[in-house]
């Protein structure tokens, strides 16, 4: 069964062919990044003008990358939710569009639930290999995970530690109470001066950072599984202000221009030592109190390499990882996803589908 995946909830226009959940046969990925750094962030309306300027191309290019026809695909999966509302539309509009003129089934998928199911993508079909060199070192898993299956799933606009049961049934065991993750590794490289998107700049600075040099505080919540950042942000904030010999009252933006490269470096590596604890310390916790049967990781922060290194080290059963260009938003976990709610569930009807930006899990 080949689906069709369009992701479209933030800054990426994405549509990838799958084939029964598990085989890559296309990935296209028309990235925004360039356009939103002179920002600093996603500019919304920005976001969901590219996204019309290159959807049907991009639908285009990944049917032909897979060399396929529609009438080789047999559905279309769709990100309906959570995301900007103005980008979310552009990839439903399409996608209803498409499936109504095309006669295909259609799949509406929950952004979030879709990250965890870049991990059951483990083949790429053999003209994308053939096409696309860069495939031939795509290090994909040896094989599909099993359940239960716990997941972390931390990205830009989510921190979410979840227990799946089967493709069908999930149990959300905790999830941020305020920002993000990623959106803490976005913020606290605008303070230090980095790129966005901020969690590679982070990643980088801190392999010339000492790890150990500053402390910060990490969260005590009532439920053990939720997140919250928004403190170490702070606490980071408070820090650089101290260590630049201003108040609490000196502007974030300014900060920057005033450090060392030895302190960016530094701080980088304290703060990405702290989030990646607080990340393994309760994912442990879950693994040890749940016993699944496989963990996985998913979201854009999942490409953090520190985060993967020391999770394999502190967890007593093997762990693998999708491809970092699979752990970012993409289209063929969602794709993917669409294949195991085809199995399962009756299509989406076209006309009824709406959009849902805070939707949750
Ligand atoms: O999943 P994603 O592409 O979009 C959302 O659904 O949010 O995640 C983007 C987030 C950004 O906050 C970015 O800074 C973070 O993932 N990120 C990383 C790394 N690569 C991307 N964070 C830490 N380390 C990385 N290597
Ligand atoms: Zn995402």
């Not at 009532?222 to 009252?249: C, M, W």
């Amino acid at each position: 069964m080949n689906i069709l995946g369009i992701e479209t909830s933030c800054d990426e226009t994405a549509v990838a062919v799958v084939q029964d959940g598990r085989r890559l046969l296309s990935n296209t990925i028309v990235s925004q990044i360039d356009i939103h750094r002179e920002f600093g962030g996603v500019v919304p309306e920005v976001a969901a003008r590219s996204h019309i300027e290159v959807i049907l191309p991009t639908i285009q290019k990944a049917l032909t990358d897979a060399e396929l026809t529609w009438g080789q695909i047999d559905g279309i999966a769709v990100t309906h939710g959570p995301g900007l509302l103005g980008s979310l539309l552009i990839g439903t509009l399409a996608a209803l569009t498409l499936a109504l003129l095309k006669n295909k089934p259609l799949y509406a998928i929950n952004h979030v639930e879709g990250h965890t199911y870049a991990n059951f993508i483990t083949e790429v079909g053999s003209i994308f290999n053939s096409q696309f060199p860069i495939s031939k070192s795509l290090p994909l898993p040896p094989g599909q995970p099993g359940f239960p299956l716990l997941s972390l799933t931390v990205s830009g606009g989510h921190s979410q530690l979840i227990l799946f049961q089967d493709h069908g049934g999930y149990r959300l065991l905790g999830q941020t109470q305020d920002d993000a993750v990623g959106e803490a590794f976005d913020k606290v490289a605008k303070m230090l001066g980095l790129s966005y998107p901020g969690g590679p700049s982070i990643a980088k600075a801190a392999e010339a950072g000492n790890p150990l040099a500053y402390n910060f505080p990490k969260a005590k919540l009532a439920n053990p599984y939720d997140f919250s950042f928004s403190g170490l942000k702070t606490a980071v904030l408070r820090h650089l202000q101290r260590l630049i010999g201003e108040d609490y009252s000196f502007p974030s933006f300014e900060i920057a221009s005033r450090l060392s490269q030895q302190q960016i470096n530094d701080t980088a590596a304290s703060f990405q030592r702290v989030a990646v604890e607080t990340m393994v310390g309760k994912t442990l916790a879950a693994y040890r109190e749940f016993g699944p049967t496989t963990v996985v990781i998913a979201g854009g922060v999942a490409a953090n390499s520190e985060l993967r290194a020391q999770l394999q080290e502190k967890l007593p059963i093997a762990i693998s990882y999708a491809p970092p260009i699979l752990c970012t938003d993409n289209a063929a976990m969602i794709a993917a996803r669409g294949y195991f709610t085809a199995l399962a569930e009756k299509p989406s009807d076209p006309l009824g589908l709406e959009v849902s930006p805070s939707l949750t899990m």
